[in-house]
Structures are given as C-alpha cells and as structure tokens.
C-alpha cells in the first residue's frame, strides 16, 4: 500500500549497510518513523530527502519490518540553517519541541505543522533577531494547546496587575504579588513585555531585543514546558 505524506525530517540515524532511518513529521500522520533503503551512497537519488530539515512530499511504501520510502518530492531544504550556526541550533530546537510533542487530533497536529514550517522559513531566509522564532514557536505550542502564557491579568484572581508580576510553575501561568506562591518566579518587566510582544505579532513582525532578555525568557518557556508537559528540552547549543 502506497501513502502519500506531506512531511519535514525531524531526525534520523544510520541503519545498516547504507540504510537510513528517519523521523518525519507529518501534516497527515503526525510523527512517523520510515526508512531509506540505501541512501547513504554517493550517488543514492534520495540523499538528500534523508537530511534534517528537508520538506517534501514524501511516497511511503509498506515494508516487511518498516515503511519505506520510495519517492519524494522536495519543496524546501532549508539549506540556509548550516550556513549560521545560531540559526541552525535554533532550528534544531524547534524540531525538539515537536520531538516531544503528543497529538490527540488533527487539528492541534495541523497548527503545530503550519507553525514550525512558516517559523523555519523565516528564520532561513530573513533577518531576524537571535532566539525570536524559536521563543514565538514556543509560545504558539502553549496557545495551540490551550494553554497559551501571555495574559493582562492575574490568571488567580483575575486583578490586574500593578507591580510585580510571576509565572506559577505549578499551572504554568502568571499571576499576581498576592496570588504567587513558593513554585512561583517573579517576572522582569524586560521578559513579561517580550512574552506580550511575541504573542501579539506574526512571525514576519517579530521585535528586536537584547539577546540577554532573549536567554532569560527561552529558560522560562524550558521550564514552563517541562511543567507542561513533563519532558525535558536540551536545546543543545543555546542552553
């Protein structure tokens, strides 16, 4: 049986002889595990349909022991990404987030898609502040999943807040001097306004800020997203 997949390559490794296993992630499917049978040679068709990043149409076969691909059709290779090594880890991060990542229906699975393919292209192809778009696509998985962070008011009490303001890591969400509790951590006004800017605006609109209050806000979406959803991010390179 022949399947159709619309598909990025979140990771992969070497199998035997020149096989290649490979996570994709799908528009249709979600996250599938096929294989490229020889495509680590040389002069393999598909070489470059194995890489990290490559989106395309991929056609899917069904093997003994694993799907196999059989075809594809390259829409973009995101080449870009190893030509800056920040921009590369930062991509490699996105595609972490949604390593770890759990579906329960298509659309949460389809927002998720859309938000990482329209997030890696700008971060390839324009010029964008460092940590931008994989802190706006952190912030887009807590919305997706209804859980978005961003609020005006105390998520508590629902009062406004007038001076300092705290993320309760218990709930992930913010909350005011009178509501916080020990599993609470204050805020900076640098990071709350960052937090408010980057879930207001597209990702062709995102801001310039101090990279400094970029680390300090990327470390509070981490931890804010192991409390979420229990699994740790390594973020190998940024972190």
């Known amino acids: 049986m022949s399947l159709n997949l619309k598909a990025i390559?979140?990771?992969?490794?070497?199998a035997k002889e020149k096989d290649k296993n490979i996570l994709l992630f799908s528009?249709?499917?979600?996250?599938?595990?096929?294989?490229?049978k020889g495509v680590r040679g040389d002069k393999a068709k598909m070489k470059y349909?194995?890489?990290?990043f490559c989106f395309g149409d991929y056609i899917i076969e069904e093997g003994k022991i694993n799907n196999v691909v059989t075809g594809v059709d390259i829409i973009e290779d995101f080449n870009e990404l190893a030509k800056d090594i920040d921009k590369y880890f930062e991509g490699?991060?996105?595609?972490?987030?949604?390593?770890?990542?759990d579906f329960e229906g298509a659309k949460?699975?389809?927002?998720?898609?859309?938000?990482l393919i329209n997030g890696l292209k700008i971060l390839a192809f324009h010029k964008v502040t460092h940590l931008a778009v994989l802190?706006?696509?952190?912030?887009?998985?807590?919305?997706?999943?209804g859980m978005k962070l961003y609020s005006d008011k105390c998520s508590c009490c629902g009062g406004e807040f007038h001076d300092n303001i705290y993320i309760n890591h218990q709930v992930g969400e913010l909350v005011c001097s009178s509501c916080k509790t020990f599993q609470s951590e204050l805020i900076?006004?640098?990071?709350?306004?960052?937090?408010?800017?980057?879930?207001?605006?597209?990702?062709?609109?995102?801001p310039n800020f101090p990279e400094e209050v970029g680390q300090k806000t990327l470390k509070l979406l981490v931890k804010n997203f192991y409390n979420r959803f229990s699994e740790n991010l390594k973020f190998v390179g940024i972190l």
Do not use: D, H
């Open 135 to 145: 802190l706006k696509f952190m912030l887009n998985i807590f919305e997706i999943y």
């Open 9 to 14: 390559v979140i990771r992969g490794n070497n």
């Open 188 to 206: 900076n006004k640098g990071e709350f306004n960052l937090i408010r800017l980057l879930s207001s605006l597209p990702y062709e609109k995102l």
């Open 27 to 36: 528009l249709e499917q979600g996250k599938v595990w096929v294989t490229f």
């Open 92 to 101: 490699n991060a996105m595609l972490e987030v949604v390593q770890k990542l």
């Open 49 to 52: 349909a194995k890489e990290q």
């Open 108 to 115: 949460e699975r389809y927002e998720v898609f859309m938000s």
